[in-house]
């Protein structure tokens, strides 16, 4: 069945949920044209790509650069001249009298036939839009054919009282809402409640297109989605995955708006909707979880213009993850795992570590440190005479390993992935300058016992990590007989203690009512805020949950505050 056979009711919308790269105009401007090239072929009407899809999203300071924004406006108008037969709307950035506008230009037959600012900015957490962006004033509609439709970018459609309300008062049935959106555990259940919500309230069918993809500390998960003016889901696309969603959305029989630019010729009437589009499955966390992971890094890797990753294998739960991840995320063949043994290096490390790269089919190294270890101690036996042996000398011993791991690097072009978790860096428990150098830090937003969730899931999939990697008792072995709770609560404890006081701005008191010792409580507290130089200094790492350390937590280093 063809267009001219399709009912005057129904719009048939393509969501594509690409993933693009900051800064790669021509790169970028070609994904979105092949899109609208299969787009067409499909018989789509509309055709929506995310927030900024042409410069990449978050673009940050590079909104400084005027030739920067020259070459986008070039770009846009570029490809709009190869946009036929249908109407298209894609995320740039505008520029008007000196200001700049975080913009979706609604493009057919070879012009941009209007294009929408984006009205409400977020300023919080990772997002810094009014940095850069003026806020929109006008809630254009657009008719393409017997379709009234609006365009809203992200943040807009977040607020019952805002452009969508606006847009359908003005005839609207439809809304095209383009996002770049950030993953973080749940937010597929937020996102679709509230656009649900703001479809039924409104009387209006929304389309929701999402970025996919991994950009720097952010992951993009897609999913997009289209729901009716009830509320029901009609077609939902998958997670960390580029797709060309495709849904025939019914509308009500509405006239123009009389603000409506024309972007395409009156569609006939006649015929029926033609697909049953499949609904989002949800994920379990901990799928969605890993989807993310090993989309962050796959990405954060390959758009560096790396191939290989180089991991220290410590034979412990949190490297024998990152190990996993890297092999799923870059194929085995492009991962190097380095065993450093020492003077308190267990067998059963070994062992482990060696099972590890075995199951993963990765290749090891072996490269002992001792000799390292003991020179380091010469050397330095005149300047420490008298002293007892304390953390120093255990901070020697993981920062020769990471200085082995970037030689690696340099000679090799392999960059090295950290393996430290959230819990860890939350405390301090790591070197700096030891097993925080590196370029990547996969698993820095993931708590201690989410780690082992993770890795347990991993292996329903397939054998991949040794299990007595997963039971024993976790250990950096920089002393004789060292286990973590030395330093720390039981993960357990401490998980939920860095939860309510992190990512929930709990005080003092406030967590000791949730039944917590107030020593306990005291000390968690002063490890973390006694360390944020450590974090400050630590290597870029992939946020997955809703408040991460690097762009969303920004706390001052020199700070006398308690409480």
Same mark, same amino acid.
């Given at each position: ?317 949190? %490297?024998?993850?990152? *190990?996993? =991840?890297?092999? !799923?995320?870059? $194929?085995?063949?492009? #991962? +190097? ?88 860096? %939350?405390?301090?428990? *790591?070197? =700096?300058?030891? !097993?925080?150098? $590196?370029?990547?830090? #996969? +698993? ?120």
């Amino acid at each position: 069945m063809n267009k001219k056979e399709r009912s005057s009711f129904t719009a048939r919308v393509g969501l594509a949920q690409i993933n693009c790269t900051v800064g790669d105009l021509v790169g970028n401007s070609n994904k979105i044209l092949e899109r609208i090239l299969e787009a067409k072929e499909l018989g789509v009407d509309i055709v929506s790509f995310p927030e900024l899809a042409l410069c990449g999203y978050p673009p940050e300071d590079l909104l400084l650069k005027p030739k920067f924004i020259e070459d986008n406006l070039h770009k846009i108008k570029e490809l709009a001249a190869s946009v036929k037969g249908m109407v298209a709307v894609v995320g740039f950035v505008d520029s008007r009298k000196g200001s700049l506008y975080n913009a979706a230009a609604v493009i057919n037959e070879g012009k941009i036939k209007g294009i929408y600012h984006k009205i409400l900015l977020p300023n919080y957490s990772v997002f810094d839009e009014k940095r850069y962006f003026q806020s929109g004033k006008a809630y254009p509609c657009f008719s393409a054919g017997n379709i009234v439709f609006g365009v809203t970018i992200c943040e807009d459609i977040w607020f019952k009282d805002g452009p969508a309300m606006r847009l359908a008062r003005q005839g609207a049935s439809l809304i095209i809402n383009i996002n770049a959106s950030p993953f973080c555990i749940g937010k597929l259940k937020t996102r679709e409640k509230i656009v649900k919500e703001q479809a039924k309230t409104h009387n209006v069918s929304i389309c929701y297109t999402n970025l996919v993809g991994g950009q720097d500390e952010l992951v993009f998960d897609g999913q997009s989605f289209a729901v009716s003016a009830a509320g029901k889901q009609i077609a939902g696309a998958d997670a960390f995955k580029e797709q060309l969603l495709v849904a025939d959305i019914p509308l009500p029989k509405k006239g123009r708006s009389k603000n409506a630019i024309i972007a395409a010729p009156a569609l006939p009437e006649g015929g029926k909707p033609r697909l049953a589009a499949a609904k989002t499955q949800l994920l379990t966390t901990e799928e969605e979880v890993y989807g993310a992971l090993r989309t962050g890094l796959h990405d954060y890797v390959v758009k560096n213009g790396f191939k290989k990753v180089v991991i220290g294998l410590s034979g412990g739960i949190d %490297s024998a993850l990152v *190990a996993v =991840l890297a092999a !799923d995320a870059l $194929g085995r063949e492009n #991962v +190097i795992g380095v065993f450093m043994p020492s003077r308190f290096s267990s067998e059963e490390s070994r062992n482990d570590a060696e099972e590890l790269a075995k199951l993963l089919g990765i290749r090891l190294l072996t490269i002992p440190i001792e000799s390292a270890f003991k020179t380091y101690l010469s050397t330095l036996a005149p300047l420490f005479e008298g002293k007892p042996e304390d953390i120093t000398e255990e901070n020697l011993q993981s920062r020769i390993r990471g200085n082995i791991l970037m030689a690696l690097s340099n000679k090799f072009n392999w960059i090295v992935l950290t393996t430290g978790n959230k819990s860890e860096m %939350s405390t301090g428990y *790591a070197t =700096l300058y030891g !097993d925080m150098a $590196g370029g990547f830090a #996969v +698993i820095k937003d993931v708590p201690k016992i989410l780690v082992y969730v993770l890795s347990r899931y991993r292996n329903s999939l397939s054998p991949a990590i040794p299990e007595n990697t997963i039971s024993k008792a976790p250990t950096a072995e920089l002393r004789p007989n060292q286990k973590d709770t030395d330093s720390l609560p039981p993960y357990e404890i401490l998980d939920q203690i860095l939860k309510l006081y992190i990512e929930e701005h709990r005080s003092l008191d406030e967590i000791v009512s949730e039944g917590f010792q107030p020593e306990l409580i005291a000390k968690v507290i002063r490890m973390v805020d006694h360390t944020e130089y450590k974090r400050r200094q630590a290597p870029p790492g992939i946020k997955i949950t809703p408040l991460a350390f690097g762009k969303d937590r920004r706390m001052p280093i020199t700070n006398k505050y308690k409480g």
